[in-house]
């Protein structure tokens, strides 16, 4: 009989808390396991390599609903191509939001800029904030 995992042993091999498997598991990311008698859940091994997966995809900036798109080609085995597109797909969408923070970062540079060289009583960040143009 394979040995199964508590949900404390998941997250402690998984490298998160028990709230984040519990979270996982409400959202579909992880199967719902079977449990004990006595209602403790019993995740079979291969529970913690898909953890990881989940884990590590949201480091690379994957969403929940890309990730479970991801699961689904892993366990397909589908076409590296299918993958590799959704790579380039948030590569595109990492660019757009570094250049979006780089907008925002010029934008309040230029307000700390004007505020330390301003005399007005004033506040030119938060002017500029109640600014609707």
Do not use: H, W
Request: glycine share 6%; charged share 35%; with cysteine.
């Amino acid at each position: 009989m394979t040995q199964r995992l508590t949900i404390g042993r998941l997250a402690e091999l998984g490298g998160v808390n028990l709230e984040t498997v519990r979270y996982y598991e409400r959202r579909g990311l992880l199967p719902k396991p079977p449990r004990t008698q006595a209602g403790y859940r019993q995740f079979p091994p291969d529970t913690v390599q898909r953890l990881r997966f989940i884990k590590r995809a949201q480091e690379l900036g994957f969403s929940l609903e890309e990730i479970r798109d991801l699961l689904s080609l892993r366990v397909e085995r589908r076409n590296c191509a299918d993958v590799r597109a959704r790579a380039q797909a948030k590569i595109a969408d990492i660019e757009k939001k570094m250049k979006a923070l780089a907008a925002m970062k010029s934008t309040l540079r230029d307000l700390v800029n004007r505020c330390e060289q301003g005399d007005s009583t004033e506040c030119v960040i938060l002017a500029s904030l109640e600014d609707s143009k």
